[in-house]
């Protein structure tokens, strides 16, 4: 596929940066933090860890090494591979996540941007726990507005995609990852300075395997799986753009290695605050909203690192949702042939973007629907579906891969399934 060459990364350091901007994003700084609170912290914590040993390391470099070897968009990937269609309907199927994931992730996205415009404003200063949990249900509950907030970086994300893949992503990932790195330090030093932050490490530290059930498992899995984008073929777009000597495994390590930092970061300065100002950590999606400002409103220059961290945070989720739209992007280019160019792929993407982004904002149940079905059901059954490809139709494989992506794998993630469905 010319298309795909052409818009090469430039560099193996471009190809990690991409790969860890499309994982490292508000599933870290959003989700982590709120779904292992609901779930038991520190039991939920060790699970997440061990899923991410256990799955994510292996189909990480399965995605990549799908991408790499086939040169092809999500649409064409599978059938080059196997030389007939009959996995065509695993395409679709991460398409479609793609699209689901779109439409409650520019929401949050929404939700950061507002949070961004708040901070410059100085909104949110002197608020204490109640009101900004108040100030988080009016900001979310003001329609016209939470469209606007979610529409803007839809285009922004579409504007990246108009020009070209390495030119734009690349560029943006290199630059702004690290310092997103440096500022969550800075922060997480702040939160354990907090009287009664203890509290908040034994929360999350303290693995009590007694709370470990099945639902703390199925949610761990998931959250594995959305966090380190695997199971909707953003890294087999990504990977496709891979230069070919590049090691996708060493890849893959990098990626699931920054991405955990990144989210153990986001318990360390979410909890230890969450205990302090007498917040309850099951507070559910609207957590950090309310956690991260009573912690910003601590710290010394508190108004330039508030502007600091949510133009960061704003930023990291939209190095993911620029993965994200990528697929369904470079899909559409491929699947009309090259009929539909990269510019027309990208308007045709926005427009059925926006029309999810809109459909989440009115309606919250879609939103939190959206949300339970790609982590519960088409990530990990999609992760699942291209183990199974992988480990039993591609050739040249290292072998323990091989054991791992036919048996493993696949056998675990079903346990789970089952089991958290308690059909077990
Ligand atoms: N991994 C991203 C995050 O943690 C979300 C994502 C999921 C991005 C799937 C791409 C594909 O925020």
Redesign the pocket.
Known sequence: MEHTNKTGFSTKLGVIMAAAG???????IW?FPYVAGENGGGAFLIVYLLCVLLFGLPLLTTELLIGKRSGRSVYGAFRALRGNSRWQWLSWWCIAS?FI?MGF?FVVTGWCGNYLYEAVLNTYTGMDAAQLTAHFSDVVSSTPRMILCGLVPVLMTAAVLWFDVNKGIERMSKLLMPLLLIMMVVMAVRALMLPGSGEGLRFLFRFDFGRITPQVVMMAVGQCF???????G?LITYGAYMPKQQSEARTALQVALL?TLVAVLAGVVIFPAVFSFGYDPAEGPQLVFVVLPSILQQMSFSWLSGVLFFLLLFI??LT??I??ME?AVASLCEASHDRLNRHQSVLIVTAITTVLVILCVLSPRLFSWSDRLVTTIL?PLGALSMSLFVGWFMPRLHPALTFALRWIVPAAILLIFLNGLGVL
């Open positions: 499309s994982a490292v994003g508000l599933g870290n989700k793609a994931i992730y959305f966090s380190l984008s695997v199971g909707t953003a991405d990291a989720a993911s949702t993965s994200l697929i990530m």
